[in-house]
């Protein structure tokens, strides 16, 4: 029997009103939902659905099972590994969820939120601040990027040193299952031994195994004071030996420690020239360092002086400047995000995101950079990331004076180099941003049998109709 798409839209429109449900027959563009930011991706959907409610997304994954349509979820379409977006072929819709994005509780004497998926990071950020508490996830995406998919993704970004990544800051979860029931796991309880933590299952699932609505998340104090320092050193082991030595200075007080390379420094300048140079001199590796605690500025400053101080002596760096206020810090961090944004401009680059233990990530680079200069001669390593967490972004633009399409077909060659070495010193290929359709063949070759068999046998136990982000992960 074929499938009458026209029904099909009416049901959907039925069920969450007309003006939500985007199709291309009535003359929307689906582009913004069907493609991902840097273009890489694309597929085609039936329409974009926008729940505005639990009970909506309920009724549209009870349609979806009913007559066998895939659902793509999707936030804020950040993602880095073409998650959120269809694949080709099969019948499939966009379920956008950004208009479920009421924060339904803020308790502080508890220490938590409880806010719906589709919620802007930063505005969850921006409401805890509002009462003295901290919500600690921090990403150059923050302003876009929501909640379901901050936790579909386990995202990690800038402050994982101190508090974790997005698994370490969920208590509970209201999913959506594939066969339409709703799954309260929402409780803000620090301590519950009842058996599997289910909520894990749905963290870093990339949407397979069913929609995430609401969840309740930690919080912390907000901290008073904050202090933003950028370091120049001479290798990466000796970023490694300040990382260890100012966490000893500084404890819990410590809250990010981000290393840029000097090529890395260099892009961004040339597509962002109001960043001013920083460092008299030019260094290899630059390393950006937070520190934060609920004294005063002055006390925190002294502290960390001390401590930086103490490591010039011990010649665990070799320059080093303090921001002086916060527009100064927030220059230092703009300089840290605008990596990314300064790499699309410069055109193609394969992207990485890869993590080792800390004491192997001076061997892996020393290696790996004559390695690929040799195996791809002229293309450009632009290595950057969060190495107080183990997790590096070690990316390769193409050739001056190569063309995209002939880069982006080295792809699997050069991941190969890379990723079996990574995989060789029991490194992980991804370690924040997900597999998605990007990494989904790489899981065949670098997980173990048994590890693939035991994720199948839940995304089956789970979603047996595989209608939920079907052609991710797995
Ligand atoms: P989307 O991209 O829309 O979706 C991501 C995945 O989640 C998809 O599989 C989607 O199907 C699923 N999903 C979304 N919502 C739901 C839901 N409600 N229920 C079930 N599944 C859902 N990532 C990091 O980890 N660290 C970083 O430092 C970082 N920095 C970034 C900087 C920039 C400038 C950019 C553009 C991206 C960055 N990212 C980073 C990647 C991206 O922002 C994160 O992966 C983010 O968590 C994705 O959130 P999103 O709402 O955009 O999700
Ligand atoms: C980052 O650390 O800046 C992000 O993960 C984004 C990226 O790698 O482009
Ligand atoms: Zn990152």
Redesign the pocket.
């Known amino acids: 029997m074929s499938f009458d798409t026209s029904s099909w839209l009416a049901q959907a429109r039925a069920l969450i009103g007309p003006a939500h449900v985007l199709s291309a027959d009535n003359g929307d563009d689906l582009t913004p939902y069907t493609r991902d930011?840097r273009g890489k991706f694309q597929g085609p959907a039936l329409a974009v659905l926008r729940p505005g409610s639990t009970a909506e997304v309920q009724a549209l994954v009870r349609l979806a099972a009913r007559t066998g349509v895939a659902l793509?979820?999707?936030?804020?379409?950040?993602?880095?590994c073409g998650?959120?977006v269809p694949m080709a072929g099969g019948l499939q819709a966009v379920l956008q969820?950004g208009r479920l994005k009421r924060i339904r509780e803020i308790d502080p004497e508890n220490n938590t939120a409880t806010v719906e998926?589709?919620c802007i990071l930063q505005t969850l950020q921006e409401q805890a601040g509002a009462v003295g508490r901290l919500f600690p996830l921090s990403?150059?995406?923050e302003g876009?990027?929501?909640i379901?998919?901050?936790?579909?993704?386990n995202?990690?970004?800038?402050q994982v040193l101190r508090y974790g990544?997005m698994r370490e800051l969920v208590l509970g979860l209201e999913v959506v299952l594939p066969d339409g029931e709703i799954l309260d796991l929402l409780r803000g309880l620090r301590k519950d031994n009842t058996g599997y933590d289910l909520k894990q299952l749905?963290i870093g699932?990339?949407?397979t195994l069913?929609?995430?609505?609401a969840a309740t998340v930690k919080l912390f104090s907000a901290p008073s004071a904050e202090v933003v320092a950028f370091a120049g050193v001479a290798s990466i082991a000796q970023a490694v030996r300040l990382l260890g030595a100012m966490r000893g200075h500084l404890g819990d007080r410590f809250t990010a420690f981000e290393l840029i390379s000097g090529p890395a420094v260099a892009l961004v300048r040339r597509y962002f020239p109001e960043t001013p140079a920083l460092l008299s001199g030019d260094w290899p590796w630059y390393v950006l360092m937070e520190a934060a605690d609920g004294g005063s500025d002055e006390t925190l400053r002294e502290a960390v002086q001390a401590a930086l101080m103490a490591c010039l002596e011990d010649e665990c760096l070799e320059d080093v400047t303090l921001a002086g206020n916060l527009a100064q810090g927030q220059t230092l961090w703009s300089l840290r995000?605008n990596i990314?944004?300064a790499q699309q401009m410069d055109g193609s680059n394969i992207k990485h995101d890869v993590s080792l233990p800390i004491s192997r990530i001076p061997a892996f680079v020393e290696q790996m950079l004559p390695r690929l200069q040799q195996a791809f001669p002229g293309a450009r390593p632009i290595v950057y990331g969060?190495l107080g967490d183990g997790n590096l972004h070690f990316n390769l633009s193409a050739p001056e004076g190569v063309e995209a399409g002939t880069w982006q077909a080295q792809t699997e060659a050069v991941n190969q180099v890379l990723h079996d070495v990574v995989v060789a010193m029991r490194g992980s290929i991804s370690a924040?941003?997900?597999i998605?359709q990007l990494k989904r063949h790489e899981m065949a070759m670098y997980k173990t049998p048994a590890e693939l068999a035991l994720m199948r046998r839940i995304k089956q136990a789970l979603d047996p109709q595989g209608l939920m982000?079907p052609g991710?992960v797995l």
């Open positions: 930011w793509v979820p999707q936030g804020g379409n950040t993602g880095l998650a959120s969820l998926a589709g990403l150059g995406a876009s990027c929501q379901g998919g901050n936790i579909a993704t995202a990690g970004g800038v990544n749905f699932a990339e949407g069913g929609i995430i609505t995000e990314t944004h969060h924040e941003h997900g998605g982000n991710k």
